[in-house]
Structures are given as structure tokens and as C-alpha cells.
């Protein structure tokens, strides 16, 4: 037999645990060994990367989970860290009448993302120095991340990080989001502010600090729209979300 | 700054990082998985570049997949290069073995046949990562549950890889104990095939007793019979750099750094009796 196939063989019964595919390999109780670990690596892996999630679902349906993810989505990346790539989504099929669960899962993952992210440095406030606000264009660190939620999967994952007593889960406002970054090397969130959301995705987009206050001023009217602009501009430069102005 | 290893170290586990940061952990170098800090940015390698000011590092990889029929990963040696440059570590190791195929990982350490098939593509693929990585690389000798028809030992193996490339030997002695009882040979006639100037390293671990088999599982104390193959190691090899791999049922730094007296105490007493010869 070619390595290639032998190789295959091998892929096959980790991938599959069928009889046939462990007898291609000669049987025997070592491939037990070899379909052991190769599962309890990636259970590892994911409860390690979800472990809020662990805690809301609890272990048994956690790993009732994790092990239909395995049977579905074979690993591919070099990294374990990366298998929990689409496990959001997953329990979201999982869990379709329980949207909180899917949230959780993707603070966890987003969380998780963040504390690895590039470094930035963070423009100190003293530091701001601005030649022209009609042109100057907010960029944020890389960590920054929009998290839109459904449900109050926030302060669950919250409780449940603290060791407190998760509230029951509840259906958030049409419009909530979270915002997810990275202080120094720790990773932090907040809900978002009202139009917060917005102010962000037209920063990204190189819009100008003058044409976002225009643009807030068609729903708060010109003066409320600088003011709020500003504000946002001032809490983002204290909670160290921004990289450069100019 | 790249130095030689020397002496004896330990792997760098999270409950220990504080002690690693601070330089009071009294150890001579560390090891850590290269995979885990093959990242973009954040407390790892923060904690990593801290702790690599304090202490000679080796870079121990898990994923390079050596023994890959389809070769290897260009997007993983550059990311590996990339924590090279930046850490400029005193080893880069993997193990003898393949952990991918076809876009599939297995994140296990999966056994090679010891075919002149296989030799012949292990060969080519450290060709290729000692020339991507610009520098020479040790493979571990790996435990095994499987061995497969070959044509040669694990051993003859080794030696006629070393031979064709030019890389070393990272020897973990507790892999040894276990594939010698998991596959009924010596490790005294693994010792004696090994090209013993190849050996750069050597790694200590602990194992348990499965239903059947061995089980290399980093979560015990080093035991005696592993001790017994150390001290047949260093008889042969005389001093070469040396550490303990616990990965899992983690202890206090002091229990750890006892184990590493051991170590030090056999290759003493080897030494010793190497000059009286």
C-alpha cells in the first residue's frame, strides 16, 4: 500500500469510526487509541474555546454538540484554535428556537479572536492633535468587532464569565449590538450606544468626521448630531478603541 | 541573539508563566508549542516574548506534519518562520510523524510506516522546512499504538534520516519505553541505533497503563523504567540539553524543578562514570 492511501485509510477511520475502515489499518486495539484521542482533542478544544457556552448548555449537551460538529466538519486548519471556526452556527441549527445559545457561542469565539488580534497602540486622549475636522477620519484599533444580538446573550455570558447567576434568557431590541476589543492585552465589551453602530461602519468606510456629523444631523437635527459625534468620539479615545484621527 | 541550549529546562505551562516572566523559575531554558503562539498578536506572545528575555527557548511544533504524502504547508512554514524571527530560538523540533492529508488534520501525532517510500518523502519534506525555516530543525522520535509492515526499525529509520539531511535528534526517552512495550522491542536496541552525535535534545514524560497499551499522556511524574532508559541515553550520548514535558494534571513549579534534579543527578552521575572509563 502507498503512504497516500495509507494515509487516507487512516483519515477514514478517525473521520467515520467505521470497523471497515479500522481493519484497513490492520485493527487491532491501537486504533482505538488513535479514534480517542483524535475525538477528545477536538471536544478539548471546543469546551476550552466555548467554555461560557459549556456552562449555559452544561457538559452533557455541550458534548452531545461538540461531537455531531466533529462528525459533520472534520478538522482542516494546522491550529486547534481555529475549529471552532463555524461552531456558531452550527448550534445555531442546533438550537433554533434558542437564539441566546448561538450568541453565547459567538462571544466566546469573538471573544477568544480578539485576546489573539494584532497589537495596536491606542491614541491616548491627551494625545489627540487634529489640523482639520472637516477631513478627519476616525480609525479604530483592528480588535474593534460589531457584534449584532438578538437576545440578552451579553449579560448572560457576563454572569456566567463572573461565576454569577445567569439571567434567564430574553429577546434584546430590535438594533443591539455589542462591541468587542481589546484594552492593552485583555479583551473588553459594552453594549453599543445608540447610532454607536453606525458612527462605526462610516468610520471604516473613510467617511470624514464632518460628513458623519451630516449624517446624523437627517435623524437628530445638526447640533445634537456634533455633540453626539463628539461624544462618541471622546468615550472611544478614554475606553482605548481608537488608533488615529486625521 | 540565539544560543545554544545547555542543561535542563521545562515546558512553559500556563499556571507557571508568572515564574517564567519573572526569571525565578530555576531553570536553564524553556520549551514551548510553537502552534500556540503562531498567532497574530495579544498575551501570549506577549507573555512569550517576556519570558524569552529571561530564558534560552525551543520551539516544539505539533503540525508540521513531517511525514504528509502531499507535503507540506507553505502557509504554515511562514507563519512558523514568522515566530522564528521574532523569538530567535535556540531549537525548532517536530516530531516524526503526519498529522494531515488532503486538507484533513487530525491534530494527533499519527505513526509512518518505516518504508524507503516513506523515508524518501520525510527526507524530502526536511529538506524543504530546514530551507523555509533557514536553519536546522530536530525531530522527536514519536510513541506509537500501530506499527505497520517496513522495511526498516524506527530506529534504522531515524539514523538514515539524519544521515540524508542533516537534521538532529529531539530524543524522548518516555516514547521510547512506550512504543518498546506497545510494539515488544528493546529500548536498548533503539539506544544503540541511534546516531547519538544526531541527539540535540531530550525530552522526559510521563505515561499510564491503558486497557491494552502504553499511553503517552504528559500527565504524570517521570517513572522509573523511564528514568532506567534516560540513564542507558546519556551513558551513550554523554550531556546533551534536557527536559520534562507535563501537559496535563499540571503540578507546582517545585515538584517539576525536583523531577528536573533527577535529571540532573543521572547525567552527573553518567558523566562521571564516562570519565572513570
Redesign the interface.
Known sequence: M???A???D??DW??TGKDTAAAA??G????A??QN??RT??VS?LAETFQRLVLWLGEESFETAAARYIDAR????????A?GEDFTDFVATLWPDDPEVAEIALIDWTVGQV?????AEALAPEALAVADWETAVIRVVPSVLVLPLSTNADAIWQALATEEAPPSAEMAERGTAMLVW?QS??PVFRRAEAHERDVLAWSAAGQGFAAISERLAATLGEDAAVTTAGTLLGRWLAEGMVAAVG | MTEQLTGFGLGMRRPHYRSYIDGTAPVDFIEVISENFMIPGGKPLDTLMKARRNYPLALHGVSMSIGSADGLRDDYLKELRRLVGMMEPAVVSDHLCWTRIDGFNSHDLLPLPYTEEALALVCRNIDRAQEALGRRMLLENPSSYIAFPGAMSEWEFLAEMTRRTGCGLLLDVNNIHVSAVNHGFAAADYLAGIPMDAVGQIHLAGHVQGEHLLIDTHDQPVPDEVWAVYRAAMELAGPVPTMIERDDNIPELEELCAELDVARAISADTAGKRIAA
Not at chain 1, 28 to 31: F, K, L, R
Not at chain 1, 74 to 81: A, G, Y
Not at chain 1, 115 to 119: A, E, N, Y
Open positions: 502507498s503512504l497516500l495509507l494515509q487516507r487512516f483519515r478517525l473521520v489499518l490492520g487491532g486495539p491501537g486504533t487509541v488513535y484521542n483524535y482533542a477536538l478544544s472534520p478538522p482542516s486548519s494546522w491550529t486547534l484554535d475549529y485576546f489573539v488580534g494584532p497589537d481589546r492585552l485583555e
